[in-house]
Nanobody, 117 residues
Framework: QVQLVESGGGLVQVGGSLRLSCAASGSIFRIDAMGWYRQGPGKQRELVAIITSGGRTNYSNSVKGRFTISRDNAKNTLYLQMNSLKPEDTAVYYC???????????WGQGTQVTVSS
């Protein structure tokens, strides 16, 4: 089993920045790709960014050029640096990991990001 705990959310003004963190614990060796998803009010959960165990990244078009995903394998922590935030970035952000052995999904509890205009 893998446990994921997000932190770093909050209230920020348009154009501001936030950095989300996701601390992983448990059977860390089982983790392959990790990523961030978000769910805005009245919307479905959507992919924000992913990063493979080898460091390859991919971003949704809506955040490309503004957000940066990274992982520190020594600290078992995933990050999401969010710059130039917009009101449409307001959402609950979830950390996600994939089990390399079973392909099961692991999710964090989510952290709220609110961008005020």
């Amino acid at each position: 089993q893998v446990q994921l705990v997000e932190s770093g959310g909050g209230l920020v003004q348009v154009g501001g920045s936030l950095r989300l963190s996701c601390a992983a614990s448990g059977s860390i060796f089982r983790i392959d790709a990790m990523g961030w998803y978000r769910q805005g009010p009245g919307k479905q959960r959507e992919l924000v960014a992913i990063i493979t165990s080898g460091g390859r990244t991919n971003y949704s078009n809506s955040v490309k050029g503004r957000f940066t995903i990274s992982r520190d394998n020594a600290k078992n922590t995933l990050y999401l640096q969010m710059n130039s935030l917009k009101p449409e970035d307001t959402a609950v952000y979830y950390c996600h990991a994939v089990d390399r052995l079973t392909f099961l999904d692991y999710w964090g509890q989510g952290t709220q990001v609110t961008v005020s205009s």
